[in-house]
Nanobody, 119 residues
Framework: QVQLVESGGGLVQPGGSLRLSCAAS????????MSWYRQSPGRQRELVAQ???????HYADTVKGRFTISRDNAKNTMWLQMNNLKPEDTAVYYC?????????????WGRGTQVTVSS
C-alpha cells in the first residue's frame, strides 16, 4: 500500500517562506506523476505544481515564480518550496501521486498539511 506523508506546514507571515515535504513509502519511479494540490475552506481542491515525469513540470499561474517543486526519487521524497507567501496561499496542501504500472494508473493522496499565511 502506497502511503504519502506531508510535513512542513505552519503559520507564516506574508512574504515569508515554507518548504513542504512529501515522503512516499516505497520507491518513486521516474514515470510516477507527483503533484501538490491545495484546498481552502469553501473551495475546490486545486493543482499547485506537478511533475508529469521527472523533468516535465507545470505550475498554476497563481504560484509561478514563487513556488518550486522538486523531487528526489532515490530518497522517495518530493518538496514544495514556497516563497513570498500571500494570505491567499492559506490552505491545506496535499501530496498526490499517480503510479503507472503496465499502463494502469493508481492514484494516492496524503492527508495534507496546513499552511496559514497571516500577520
Amino acid at each position: 500500500q502506497v502511503q504519502l506523508v506531508e510535513s512542513g506546514g505552519g503559520l507564516v507571515q506574508p512574504g515569508g517562506s515554507l518548504r513542504l515535504s512529501c515522503a512516499a513509502s516505497g520507491r518513486i519511479f521516474g514515470t510516477d506523476e507527483m503533484s501538490w494540490y491545495r484546498q481552502s475552506p469553501g473551495r475546490q481542491r486545486e493543482l499547485v505544481a506537478q511533475f508529469i515525469h521527472d523533468t516535465n513540470i507545470h505550475y498554476a499561474d497563481t504560484v509561478k515564480g514563487r513556488f518550486t517543486i522538486s523531487r528526489d526519487n532515490a530518497k522517495n521524497t518530493m518538496w514544495l518550496q514556497m516563497n513570498n507567501l500571500k494570505p491567499e496561499d492559506t490552505a491545506v496542501y496535499y501530496c498526490h501521486r499517480v503510479v503507472w504500472r503496465s499502463g494502469v494508473p493508481s492514484t494516492y493522496w496524503g492527508r495534507g498539511t496546513q499552511v496559514t499565511v497571516s500577520s
